[in-house]
């Protein structure tokens, strides 16, 4: 499955940005969706999960500011990021894996079997 991620670009603190994950199929209604992110010189971290029947998971750096949701007419998901803070500043990259992924699994991002291209979100001071 071929994942398209977009939405990235530079915003200033406090401000929003909501990324968009996209696939031409309609495999991201029944797929686990995951929003990870790198930045510099730190290890990938996963950011926010989207299980099949919508169950939500967020990172605690994240809790309260984004939100991951589904729109499976458009086969997209998408994270809305609100009081971004310098420290969100990462490539953001979605990943995919047709199937439910219980906690435990989500957390390792070798059991996400499509990834994105990655999205560059750059949060200014």
């Known amino acids: 499955v071929q994942l398209q991620a977009s939405g990235g670009g530079l915003v200033q603190a406090g401000g929003s940005l909501r990324l968009s994950c996209t696939t031409s199929?309609?495999?991201?209604?029944?797929?686990?969706v995951g929003w990870y992110r790198q930045a510099p010189g730190k290890q990938r971290e996963l950011v926010a999960t989207i299980a099949p029947l919508g169950s939500t998971n967020y990172a605690d750096s994240v809790k309260g500011r984004f939100t991951i949701s589904r729109d499976s007419a458009k086969n997209t998901v998408y994270l809305q990021m609100n009081s971004l803070k310098p420290e969100d500043t990462a490539v953001y990259y979605c990943?995919?894996?047709?199937?439910?992924?219980?906690?435990?699994?989500?957390?390792?991002?070798?059991?996400?079997?499509?990834w994105g291209q990655g999205t560059l979100v750059t949060v200014s001071s």
């Open positions: 990943a995919a894996e047709p199937r439910r992924l219980i906690t435990s699994e989500v957390r390792n991002a070798k059991n996400f079997g499509s």
């Open positions: 199929s309609a495999i991201l209604k029944i797929s686990s």
